[in-house]
């Protein structure tokens, strides 16, 4: 299973798309994105294409579109705390990839990974998020 971050590029998917349909096995992507409206929401219909063919769950988070709650990508993140732990969790194998500014999406992003993989306790979280860092997968 794999959690990835993913702002810009669709290369990844498209690769995941082409493993598909050669029949490969693909894990589990939960693709997260970050955007004020629907206007940069990027390569929409290609996403949504991909959610419809099990390449991944699309998780669009919104922070100034007109008539939805404001939302940004860590908020979609401790929402989908369970997700998270049992993708990053001993054996699993899981990745978790952060595209974006790292002063703002890494940051926010970084203290709710500590908060979900901690349990709530964000030091015990940070100590596993430095094993995971150790081992490639964060």
């Keep these: 299973r794999v959690v990835h971050w993913w702002l810009e590029d669709v290369g990844f998917l498209r690769e995941r798309m082409a493993h598909k349909q050669a029949g490969t096995a693909v894990g589990e992507v939960a693709l997260y994105f970050g955007c004020r409206s629907d ?44 997700l998270v732990r049992a993708t990053l969790g001993a054996g699993s194998g899981g990745r978790f990839y952060i595209c974006g500014s790292a002063s703002t999406l ?22 596993v998020f430095s094993t995971l860092q150790e081992q490639g997968r964060v």
């Design 39 to 82: 206007y940069d929401l990027l390569h929409h219909e290609r996403l949504q294409k991909c959610e419809a063919e099990g390449i991944c769950r699309l998780s669009v988070s919104y922070s100034r579109k007109s008539n939805v709650a404001k939302e940004y990508v860590h908020m979609a993140l401790s929402r989908d705390a369970d």
């Design 106 to 127: 890494a940051k926010d992003s970084t203290r709710v990974m500590h908060s979900i993989l901690g349990n709530g306790d964000a030091s015990r979280g940070s100590a």
